[in-house]
């Protein structure tokens, strides 16, 4: 079955140094959402890309869907404490969501 | 308006037990999901509701696991005969009814199940 693969599994940046994770699938993927997880909290979706190629921004927070579309990335720019979390990426199996073990993202002052 | 709720926040039970975990999904979603996360690790697919009925339970680990939507709004996972492993934060999520697979998902903030 569909396996999706997240590297680095833990990043530890200093506040202001950008960020970035990947996210790798076995299988061609129909499109690819990101979501964040604080500790303690749960998934809150981010952002979801379909097309090929496609590269989506929000604020500091680059999405980016590989031509192949079987890989993504999520790039921070200039990390503040508030980015703080687990950023899982997901593919869909079926209707269901096939997530990644996640980047665990800790950020010092 | 309201988002995904869930009850009880924490279950703490002992092996050999039986639990309920509740779901109340945003209003007018007519998708339901039940996922499972361990700790360091990203939710796991259970089961998915469309209305009343499971469209997809291949991923309830065996037979002891179980879940209704009897009206189409409330969900219930139910787990039989508890196992220490069955130990982790399950979360619920509703989608609108577009019946497209790029529907967003929301997320309940979790029951944290402990198997004793």
């Known amino acids: 079955g569909q396996q999706v693969m997240q590297i680095p599994q833990y990043q530890h940046v200093q506040e202001g140094e950008d960020f970035t994770t990947y996210c790798n699938s076995s299988?061609?993927?129909?499109?690819i959402q990101w979501y964040k997880q604080r500790p303690g909290g749960h998934p809150v979706f981010l952002i979801q890309?379909?097309?090929?190629?496609e590269v989506k921004k929000q604020k500091r927070l680059t999405f980016q869907f590989g031509e192949a579309k079987k890989n993504s990335s999520l790039h921070i720019t200039a990390t503040q404490t508030t980015d703080v979390g687990t950023y899982f990426c997901?593919?869909?199996?079926?209707?269901?969501?096939?997530f990644g073990k996640g980047t665990s993202l800790l950020v010092t002052p | 308006g309201a988002g995904v709720s869930q009850t009880p926040s924490n279950k703490v039970t002992e092996k050999g037990k039986y639990v309920e975990l509740r779901c109340d999904p945003i209003s007018g979603h007519t998708a339901l999901y039940w996922y499972r996360q361990s700790l360091g690790q990203g939710p796991e697919f259970l089961i998915y509701?469309?209305?009343?009925?499971?469209?997809?339970d291949s991923g309830l680990p065996n037979d002891r696991f179980f879940a209704v939507r009897p009206e189409g709004s409330v969900s219930t996972l139910k787990i039989q005969r508890t196992e220490r492993g069955d130990s982790a934060v399950y979360l619920c999520a509703s989608s609108p009814t577009t019946g497209l697979r790029t529907d967003t998902q929301y997320f309940g903030p979790g029951t944290r199940l402990t198997v004793l």
């Open positions: 509701f469309q209305g009343t009925g499971a469209a997809d």
């Open positions: 997901a593919g869909n199996s079926g209707y269901a969501l096939n």
């Open positions: 299988t061609t993927l129909s499109n």
């Open positions: 890309l379909v097309k090929s190629g």
